[in-house]
């Protein structure tokens, strides 16, 4: 596999369709919407994020990458999906967020050009879309300056997760469009973390994210069997 083409066309397609959406907080990408606030404060905590240079990887409409300028942080949001780029760019320019930019390139294509480049990397709701996730692991590594923090989010994959995560987010619950995660390319928390240590990452926190659907609320908790978030460093 190249350095460009550690991607899935169809996946790409599922998200360009309803890139007009992303910004709908009522639309499929309202989970999105919802939960950004918490892995916002969560990253902002552990690093603050004002004053750096941040990269996120697989930043679709840019939901996570705004608010990250609005933080105070110099972003850059790369994604291949180059509608949702264009509502990305557009909404920035309407909501007058400074700070960010946006750019249709590969994680492992930017890593080749700009190795050890950035404070901080986000790669959250992306790596369980991608063929090769622990490509895209090592290239966040290669982003990173030393020292640096990366962060990933992304679904366990156990009896749990398909239920909740698959069965009812999609078909009971209509949260996410049917078809929009694959059970078989869902991650377990132990082998990000192996993927995180070959790419020299220390993991430092682990974080589960659950969701209560009677009250629509989402809270960040200790239980990482269905959603969770890593938070590592480059060594």
């Known amino acids: 596999m190249s350095k460009t083409d550690n991607f899935d066309p169809a996946e790409l397609a599922k998200f360009s369709d309803l890139a007009h959406r992303w910004w709908d907080t009522e639309s499929e990408f309202r ?7 918490l892995r916002l404060d969560w990253i902002d905590g552990l690093v ?20 990250m300028a609005r933080k ?3 972003v850059l949001g790369i994604d291949l999906a180059s509608k949702a780029l264009k509502v990305a760019q557009l909404h920035a320019l309407e909501a007058q967020t400074e700070g960010v930019q946006y750019r249709e390139i590969s994680a492992e294509a930017l890593a080749a050009e700009q190795p050890g480049s950035f404070d901080v990397v986000t790669c959250m709701e992306m790596l369980e879309h991608v063929p090769d996730p ?3 692991v090592k290239a ?3 982003l ?17 997760a398909f239920l909740f995560a698959i069965v009812g987010a999609e078909y009971v619950l209509n949260m996410l469009p049917r078809g929009t995660h694959e059970y078989a390319k869902l991650i377990k928390p132990s082998e990000l973390a192996r993927y995180c240590r070959a790419a020299e990452l220390n993991l ?12 629509r609320h989402y ?13 590592t460093r480059k060594t």
């Open 48 to 67: 603050s994020l004002k004053g750096l240079k941040v990269l996120d990887v697989g930043c679709g409409g840019g939901i996570l990458a705004d608010s």
């Open 31 to 37: 989970p999105l919407h919802q939960i950004n606030p």
């Open 134 to 136: 622990s490509s895209i």
């Open 144 to 160: 990173v300056k030393p020292g640096g923090w990366v962060f990933f989010s992304t679904i366990n994959r156990n009896a749990k």
């Open 204 to 215: 430092l926190h682990t974080r589960g994210m659950e969701y209560n659907p009677l009250m």
């Open 72 to 74: 105070g942080a110099s």
């Open 140 to 142: 966040c590594a290669a």
């Open 219 to 231: 809270w960040l908790s200790a239980d990482t069997s269905v959603n969770y978030l890593l938070a």
